[in-house]
């Protein structure tokens, strides 16, 4: 088995601005392991919550523990291994997609059919990040008809306050009078209890479907209070690393939104699914700066999952991967073997 490594440059289309700051581009860490004539790929977006803040430091992680453990050949043991060594979870899903991608080649398989999944069935949301409401005016219109999605992610949680949060929303509904969308809202943390309190009943006149994370990570004790009286469905996402997270939540949350780049791949991803579903959550997926062969493998796990959010890729210029089609507003995987993202091929 032949493992190689390669570091990419992506630069967002539209720089992506939340309430912990904007980013217009990163470089991501992009795994092949290569094995009985069959190569699988993984890729890993690396932050610094996510415990590897540069592809450098994620290769680091990940060259390490091969070193210590070079014997692959079962994915749950190489991935519960992985994280008792310490490697990053970012960095593990870069390994884990692979082999999850390798071991669907070998068997012919597309990875979602391989894993027991459907399609999936529901669109994938675009993002729309903390802006001005001109700024949101002109933004909107290319970020949705030109992809032909009515799915809208609204980022809140604006660093100038909830009157800011409110002067964007506001664009956002105008929008919405004249082309119906389907709108939900994350507030990445940004709001204080009473904030939130205040825009979920704000929201919930005003077409917000469901909020994602209105209080920020290790504000959970107060979770329970905002939960109690909730006027819309609350789901977690940075509160919400692993499936070992959820049973603290659970009492105070309706959904997690899990992301493969916190749970360490496709095996993290199957498990959080099968915790939530135990105690009866509703499920997401989101994405983290992704091109399309990591937004591949999130979309082979997507065809049960509530609502889906891997529109990361359809915001790179250029995406040097292919493999994760739109069609009609879904992310869908491919009915080629493995999770069917892979490098561009240069005409
Ligand atoms: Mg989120």
Sequence with gaps: MHIAYKTVYLKKLFPLRISRGVRDGQSNLYLSVADEGHTGWGETSPGVSEGAATPEEAQRHLEAFLKAYPDVSSIQDTYDRALAYGVAPCALAAL???????????????????????????????????????????????????????????????????????????????????????????ANGGWSLEDAKHMMDWLVERHCAYVEQPLKEGQEQDMPELYKNRPLPIFVDESCRMASDIPNWAHAVDGVNMKLMKCGGITGALRIIA????????????????????????????????????????????????????????????????????FKTKS
């Design 96 to 186: 884990d997609i692979a082999l999850w991608d390798l071991k669907a080649k070998k068997a012919g398989m597309p990875l979602y059919q391989l894993l027991g999944f459907s399609k999936p069935k529901h669109p994938t949301s675009m993002t729309l990040g903390i802006m001005t409401p001109a700024e949101a005016k002109e933004r909107l219109p290319l970020i949705l008809k030109n992809q032909g999605i009515k799915t809208l992610k609204v980022k809140l949680g604006n660093p100038e306050g909830i009157a800011a949060d409110k002067a964007m929303y506001e664009e956002v509904l105008r929008y919405h009078m004249q082309l119906p969308i389907s709108i939900r809202v994350d």
């Design 275 to 342: 915790t939530a579903k135990a105690f009866g959550l509703q499920t997401m997926i989101g994405c983290m700066g992704e091109s399309s062969i990591s937004i591949a493998a999130g979309a082979a796990v997507s065809g049960v999952l509530d609502h889906i959010d891997l529109d990361s890729h359809l915001n790179l210029n250029p995406d040097p991967c292919e493999g994760a089609p739109l069609q009609n507003e879904i992310t869908m995987p491919l009915d080629v073997p493995g999770h069917g993202g892979r």
